[in-house]
């Protein structure tokens, strides 16, 4: 099976909005260098079948499915509530029509408790619009359109986030985004993945993300074949960043097709 990055930036994307003439603050990062330009975090897994997961409904969800023409797909699943990670879930809107019923969609129980809370309408139908997503919690979920499903809880700040590991095709592909600390049940997820897509927000330890060592060393305590790092802000210019970092590390942007 193969991953696409739908989106690698921070929650302001880069450019962040502004800069002096206020075509965007580009930070460290050369804007002449088009993998530099990134927008939210998300990513698609599809299988040697055809069938396809989207992790996260970012900001920029339409703009995505548009640019890696993502026709349709078969679950959608979301690794917190953040901004972020779902304001761009009104987008899955057309992926309904058509449909004998709604996208299945996955997440946390307290996430679904809040998705629920802030978009009823995309999981209840409204003014006679047919419900768009089915939401339901992870606690008993393992396969999903042919990938087998695992999660766990992770630590962000003061809140929590989920990783997932998904397997199909005798592969997998693991995704960790918005994480601040490494626990067991993580190292234990993500053992021997293939592919770890892993939150990198910057150099500097961050009270709520990771940053590049941490990313590193969650790799190599995992053995991880792959690791491609995500979630990069204006200070990480992709071709700086591509000449500090080990042989089987990938910096990721917009558009990065892998396959498992």
């Given at each position: ?54 992790i996260d409904t ?41 449909r004998g019923g ?49 999660a766990c809880q ?107």
């Amino acid at each position: 099976m193969k991953f696409i990055m739908l989106g690698s930036g921070t929650s302001t994307g880069v450019p962040r909005v502004g800069g002096p003439d206020g075509t965007g603050d580009w930070g460290d990062c050369d804007p002449n260098e088009p993998r530099n330009r990134r927008t939210r975090v998300s990513i698609l897994v599809e299988s040697n079948a055809g069938k396809r997961l989207l992790i996260d409904t970012s900001s920029d969800c339409r703009a995505q499915l548009l640019a890696n023409k993502i026709p349709s797909i078969d679950a959608v699943f979301w690794t917190h509530d953040h901004a972020d990670h779902c304001h761009g879930i009104d987008d899955l809107r057309v992926m309904r029509y058509g449909r004998g019923g709604p996208i299945p969609g996955y997440a946390s129980t307290e996430t679904v408790r809040r998705l629920r809370q802030r978009f009823g309408y995309v999981f209840a139908g409204q003014d006679g619009y047919p419900t768009i997503i089915s939401l339901d919690t992870l606690e008993r979920l393992r396969i999903v359109a042919g990938f087998g499903v695992e999660a766990c809880q992770m630590e962000h700040g003061p809140g929590e986030t989920t990783g997932y590991r998904f397997e199909c095709d005798g592969k997998s592909i693991a995704y960790a985004t918005d994480f601040s600390a490494i626990s067991d049940d993580m190292v234990d997820l993500y053992d021997g993945v293939d592919i770890l897509v892993s939150d990198c927000l910057r150099r500097d330890p961050h009270p709520t993300h990771a940053h590049l060592a941490m990313a590193i060393e969650l790799a190599e305590r995992c053995g991880v074949k792959r690791l491609v790092l995500s979630h990069l802000d204006k200070s990480m210019d992709y071709q700086t960043l591509v000449s500090e970092v080990p042989d089987f590390v990938t910096v990721g942007y917009d558009g990065l097709e892998m396959q498992a």
